[in-house]
């Protein structure tokens, strides 16, 4: 069965910092890997995803994430959040049968100004 | 354009009402889902339907009752639904329903509270 970590409950970051979020994956075959953010009240919206080729991803709002196979890892960066950038992120899986997605269990990020 | 449209953005419903969700995409996806997530947590997979056929039911109450009438659309039937219901419901939909490489677009969701 596949599984999705996301160690870190919250994270505060200063505006401006540099951000990184953790996710930790189980899957027995080639992973579709996906990071999705949302906004309070808002439904999800897709950052970028993997599913095969260079293991740098770039995705929108000036996200970018990294697939580590022996490490069984898919974190994403940013080098610099911004205000906005505050909302709870979704690190997912994919790959079942019937294109279920197994979603961790989010990290919330609060920027401080 | 990768929007799914959802309706109504909020409802408020008796334990004796029948309600409808209403979700729509017209990106030609073939697959379209219903999620349900509480406060705090990760969206939970209810339903999925591929090509307007229904091929997965996560153990879902009957009191929910899913419907697509075509490609674009995707309905969820609620009647006597729980307090316990409350929750934001998220239509999501993709491509096509067999790839496993199918990215999942999501709308804004439906804010439900059961009184």
């Known amino acids: 069965a596949q599984s999705v970590t996301q160690p870190d409950i919250h994270i505060t970051v200063s505006e401006g910092a540099s951000l990184e979020l953790r996710c930790n994956y189980s899957y027995g075959a080639t992973p579709y890997l996906f990071w999705y953010v949302q906004s309070p009240g808002q439904g999800l919206q897709l950052l970028l995803k993997y599913f095969s080729g260079d293991t740098l991803v770039q995705g929108i709002k000036g996200f970018e994430a990294e697939f580590k196979r022996s490490q069984s890892s898919f974190n994403l960066r940013k080098p610099s959040v911004h205000w906005s950038d505050a909302a709870e992120y979704f690190c997912a899986v994919g790959g079942a049968a019937g294109n279920k997605l197994t979603f961790g269990g989010g990290t919330r990020v609060l920027v401080k100004p | 354009d990768t929007e799914v449209t959802q309706t109504p953005k909020h409802l408020v419903m008796g334990m004796t009402n029948k309600k409808s969700l209403k979700c729509e995409q017209h990106?030609?996806?073939?697959?379209m889902y219903w999620y349900k997530q509480k406060a705090k947590k990760p969206p939970e997979l209810m339903f999925v339907?591929?090509?307007?056929?229904?091929?997965i039911n996560e153990s879902v109450p009957s009191r929910f009752s899913p419907e697509c009438p075509n490609s674009s659309l995707l309905n969820l039937h609620l009647h006597a639904l729980q307090p316990e219901d409350s929750a934001l419901y998220l239509c999501?939909?993709?491509?096509?329903?067999?790839?496993?490489?199918?990215?999942?677009?999501f709308g804004p969701g439906t804010r439900l509270t059961v009184l």
């Open positions: 339907y591929s090509y307007e056929k229904l091929s």
């Open positions: 990106m030609g996806h073939r697959a």
């Open positions: 999501a939909s993709s491509l096509s329903g067999g790839a496993d490489t199918d990215t999942q677009y």
